[in-house]
């Protein structure tokens, strides 16, 4: 079992954070203050290979409590592009 844990990171690399790619998914349907129960198939999870450091087994469905707490949208702009990147907030 996890601990309870504030993340801060930026979608698209959730996994530099620990964030297991079904929750990364579903966190960004998520409004400011929504809690939610999610289960991640092993495919959106650790897979066939499990995480042997959390006691994870190959294939596992995994359950999670989040809560969005906040999220900041930053805009980059050049004169080529405009790109926008969501930071997430989030217990997990």
């Given at each position: 079992?996890?601990?309870?844990?504030?993340?801060t990171?930026?979608?698209?690399?959730g996994?530099?954070?620990?964030?297991?790619?079904?929750?990364?998914t579903?966190?960004?349907?998520?409004c400011?203050?929504?809690?939610?129960?999610?289960?991640?198939?092993?495919?959106?999870?650790?897979?066939?290979?499990?995480?042997p450091?959390?006691?994870?087994?190959?294939?596992?469905?995994?359950?999670?409590?989040?809560?969005?707490?906040q999220?900041?949208?930053?805009?980059?702009?050049?004169?080529?592009?405009?790109?926008v990147?969501?930071?997430?907030?989030?217990?997990?």
């Amino acid at each position: 079992m996890f601990e309870d844990r504030d993340v801060t990171f930026t979608m698209g690399c959730g996994s530099e954070a620990g964030i297991v790619p079904g929750v990364e998914t579903a966190l960004k349907k998520f409004c400011r203050g929504e809690k939610s129960r999610l289960k991640v198939s092993a495919n959106y999870g650790y897979g066939s290979e499990g995480c042997p450091a959390y006691d994870i087994s190959p294939g596992a469905e995994l359950t999670y409590e989040v809560e969005m707490r906040q999220f900041v949208r930053v805009i980059l702009s050049s004169l080529t592009f405009l790109n926008v990147i969501e930071t997430g907030f989030a217990t997990v």
